[in-house]
């Protein structure tokens, strides 16, 4: 079951504490527990881990000239992060909660056309730290599915 899923994702931010800020209530909406900041070599890292799915978020420190570079979604590298949740519902909550912690919302929440055969994809499309793009998505035909093959709880 575990294979090929995603163990953990890590994003270098240029302010940590400003990203826990911003990340750390949206992370906890989203089943995690948020850690606490930990000295990394030359940087600091904050381990977030999600223990109903065994997912972790990381966000590192920027170092050096690095710190300076700010994120672009159409560069080489990442584009955006995703995250399941449970119902349209918490698409709308999660929506609330980035307005509410100063957040830029860029679409949504919404139905989009993302998914075929019946599965539906409502979603809401923001930025966090450093302008990376995040998006919350409830896919109830996903849900029904995986539910079907016994492996949702």
């Known amino acids: 079951m575990l294979r090929g899923s995603i163990n ?3 994003l270098t931010v240029s302010d940590l504490d400003a990203a826990m800020a911003f990340m750390g209530p949206l992370l906890e909406q989203l089943g995690f527990t948020t850690g606490a900041i930990l000295p990394a070599g030359e940087s600091r890292v904050a381990v ?3 223990h ?6 990381n966000l590192w420190q920027a170092k050096g ?3 300076h570079h700010a994120f672009q979604v159409y560069e080489p590298g990442l584009h955006h992060l995703a995250f399941n949740v449970a119902s349209h519902e918490e698409v709308d909550e999660i929506h609330a909660l980035v307005l509410e912690l100063g957040g830029q919302v860029l679409d949504g929440p919404a139905e989009f056309p993302y998914a075929d055969d019946g599965l ?5 499309y923001f930025l966090g730290p450093d302008g990376i793009k995040i998006e919350c ?5 996903l849900e ?5 093959k016994g492996l949702l709880s």
Do not use: C, K, Q
Request: without cysteine.
């Open 8 to 10: 953990h994702v890590a």
């Open 48 to 50: 977030n881990l999600n």
């Open 52 to 57: 109903g799915n065994g997912t972790a978020l």
């Open 65 to 67: 000239a690095g710190a």
């Open 120 to 124: 539906g994809y409502y979603a809401v």
């Open 137 to 141: 998505v409830h896919m109830p035909g």
């Open 144 to 148: 029904r599915m995986f539910a079907e």
